[in-house]
């Protein structure tokens, strides 16, 4: 072969651009997925029955440049010593009230979230974890009985709070202190989104601290249930909605090695 024939060379040059053509633009190579993800500063903790329960504005952004599909998304809590809360989101919450009373919004589920480049995903979000079966049998028992029990013994006389049996009530207490294990310091709360193939995406950590009136509000939950709140209808106390403030921990290196801690709890 000549290599200084100008035939030849036009030849190599044909062939590579064939070649190079089979490939996407080299602008599309360079582009990958990446999403940010943001919540405002307070969100709101509240257990049921013990079972640690976080709802906030989940905001989240695809600024890269392929279209991500996000299979799971967690509200991960770790506290200093270690221990850990993995609550997946499990539902979000309706934008517009139903109803005459315009007091109930409605939760939807939450399935597979794909975005597209430039789009984005903004909801109330429900993170929390379900019972085992064997605390999903006790928990459901400890409802019915109270419910039912109070139920029967309506109306009341004078219109006041009909209580319910205080075996039943015990119960729930035992219950609740079994499962809440909540306590004052300070915590991490990393937001972890997770592909179909369960590695993540992006994880983004905060911190915040609970202090002691956090923990007593939550445990005087306890105080209603022989009323049956906390129990089958929600907490009318309005004191009890907690909001807690939350703070974004800049070095991505320190989300990292909280992360590392928690993650083969992620199945």
């Not at 599309?28 to 509240?46: G, R, S, T, Y």
């Not at 597209?116 to 909801?123: A, F, H, I, L, T």
């Not at 202090?211 to 009318?236: A, D, M």
């Amino acid at each position: 072969m000549n290599w200084n024939d100008p035939a030849v060379w036009s030849m190599i040059i044909a062939a590579t651009a064939l070649v190079l053509s089979q490939f996407p633009p080299i602008r599309e190579m360079l582009k990958h997925a990446h999403i940010k993800i943001n919540v405002p500063e307070l969100f709101q903790l509240f257990h049921s029955l013990g079972n640690t329960n976080i709802i906030l504005f989940l905001d989240i952004l695809n600024d890269g440049g392929k279209t991500v599909t996000i299979n799971r998304f967690l509200c991960c809590v770790v506290d200093e010593n270690g221990n850990s809360w993995v609550l997946p989101a499990q539902s979000y919450i309706a934008k517009q009230p139903i109803g005459q009373t315009g007091d109930s919004f409605p939760e939807f589920p939450v399935g597979q979230i794909v975005l597209k480049p430039g789009d984005r995903w903004y909801e109330r979000t429900h993170f929390y974890q379900m019972w085992t079966e064997t605390n999903e049998e006790k928990s459901s028992k400890i409802i019915l009985d109270i419910r039912n029990d109070i139920t029967s013994k309506l109306p009341s006389e004078n219109g006041s709070w009909i209580e319910a049996e205080p075996g039943l009530v015990k119960n729930a207490i035992d219950f609740f202190e079994q499962n809440f294990n909540l306590h004052k310091g300070n915590y991490s709360l990393l937001l972890v989104a997770l592909s179909e193939d369960n590695q993540p995406i992006s994880v983004r950590g905060y911190q915040f601290t609970l202090y002691e009136n956090h923990v007593k509000t939550l445990r005087s939950y306890v105080e209603e249930y022989k009323y049956g709140g906390g129990i089958y209808f929600p907490i009318q106390d309005p004191m009890k909605f907690l909001w807690i403030r939350v703070k974004l921990i800049r070095d991505q290196k320190q989300v990292e090695k909280v992360f590392e801690k928690i993650k083969n709890k992620i199945d």
